[in-house]
């Protein structure tokens, strides 16, 4: 006899508990997060098939926002409809908000100290080589010819020299790429579809109350991470550090440092910086702001692209705006090099971080944790003047 079909509540209920579980456990960044889902969902569970998989994978990837996100979402829909979707998404979310915001909480309580100087003094320029050795990851996935590095290397220059809106950089070099990449003979109709999903974006407005600032800007974010949730970080620093003056550079890299170490995925960095700006509630309106467009284009916009998605133009979007997160990337690392590298240790630590990413493939929790000890051993020697007067 067959084993029974659970029920739409034992569903929703297997989701959330699911995602609660890849939420508070699921380090290595976004490829090691869909990879643990293949594994847990299309060879263990049964939830959906290879082909379902595949596919979830190469509509995430079209759309701009963070992908392990994306394809939980798209999962969870497939799982347990539009309700899943929300509990899934929610879930996935959930323990990696807590964490964060307990650390913010942390280091807004002990900021001050020297030892907490210490640690980050280590920490920001081991953020700097998880930066570089993601951007070394992400372009050998997604970079194949030299009209992409052509594209990536004008974002790189216009990131540190110009230091644009970077929802300028996307548009043009998805167009551009759209344009490039078209077949001799087409139409432009899939165009239509893939350029709303790079522009969607909620001005700020002076008048607004605060709270209504953070939540507008990181909507505004949220549309525009393509290609890896690390495109949010030259974003962020334009935004929170350049325009607004929210956070300094030190504590931007410092917020940079928690997404990546924490479990999920790396915007979760917006929960960190929303809770520096205005408290608990500053974190709730970050965090809903750059996760909500996610919900949205998986549940809107997703439809459209499986339909659509195989068309030269949309691919050709893609390809053009990839190759501007590489550029921007590589151009947020230079900017915030200035701040975390300033003496001959700071200098090894990158070097020695890399090292140890490219050849021993140290994970990123323990990385952070030898960075903070080399910090705190180090920091008192060099700097003991600072320390003494603190």
Not at 106 to 123: E, I, N, Q, S
Request: aromatic content about 10%; some cysteine.
């Amino acid at each position: 006899m067959s084993e029974a079909r659970p029920s739409r509540r034992e569903r929703l209920g297997e989701i959330t508990t699911y995602f609660l579980k890849l939420g508070a456990l699921g380090f290595g960044g976004p490829v090691a997060l869909v990879g643990q889902m293949e594994r847990d969902l299309v060879a263990g569970r049964g939830w959906l098939d290879r082909e379902q998989m595949r596919e979830a994978v190469a509509v995430c990837q079209t759309m701009p926002g963070p992908l392990a996100i994306q394809v939980g979402i798209y999962l969870a829909y497939l799982r347990g409809g539009q309700a899943g979707a929300w509990l899934g998404g929610w879930a996935f979310i959930l323990p990696n908000f807590v964490m964060v915001t307990a650390l913010a909480a942390a280091y807004v309580a002990f900021g001050g100290l020297p030892w907490m100087t210490a640690v980050f003094y280590g920490v920001s320029p081991a953020v700097i080589a998880l930066i570089l050795h993601s951007t070394w990851r992400l372009a050998r996935l997604g970079m194949e010819d030299r009209i992409q590095w052509m594209i990536a290397a004008a974002a790189f220059i216009t990131t540190v020299v110009l230091q644009a809106e970077v929802a300028v950089i996307f548009l043009l070099a998805g167009a551009l790429g759209a344009a490039w990449y078209r077949p001799p003979r087409g139409t432009g109709k899939a165009l239509m579809i893939a350029a709303p999903t790079a522009s969607v974006a909620l001005p700020q407005a002076p008048s607004l109350p605060l709270l209504g600032k953070i939540l507008a800007f990181f909507l505004k974010a949220g549309s525009l991470t393509f290609g890896s949730g690390l495109v949010i970080v030259p974003f962020l620093e334009q935004g929170v550090v350049r325009d607004s003056n929210w956070l300094d550079e030190r504590q931007f890299l410092v917020a940079v440092a928690v997404g990546m170490v924490s479990p999920g995925p790396v915007v979760i960095t917006a929960t960190f910086v929303g809770f520096l700006v205005a408290g608990i509630w500053g974190a709730a309106a970050a965090t809903v702001g750059i996760f909500l467009p996610s919900f949205l284009f998986v549940l809107i916009v997703a439809p459209l692209l499986v339909r659509h998605g195989g068309n030269p133009h949309v691919k050709g979007f893609v390809k053009g705006a990839y190759a501007a997160a590489i550029g921007t990337i590589l151009g947020a690392s230079v900017l915030l090099g200035r701040i975390a590298i300033g003496d001959w240790l700071t200098v090894a630590i990158v070097v020695l971080s890399l090292v140890a990413l490219f050849r021993w493939k140290v994970s990123n929790p323990l990385l952070m944790a030898a960075a903070a000890l080399v910090g705190l051993a180090a920091f008192p020697l060099l700097h003991p003047a600072w320390v003494f007067v603190r």
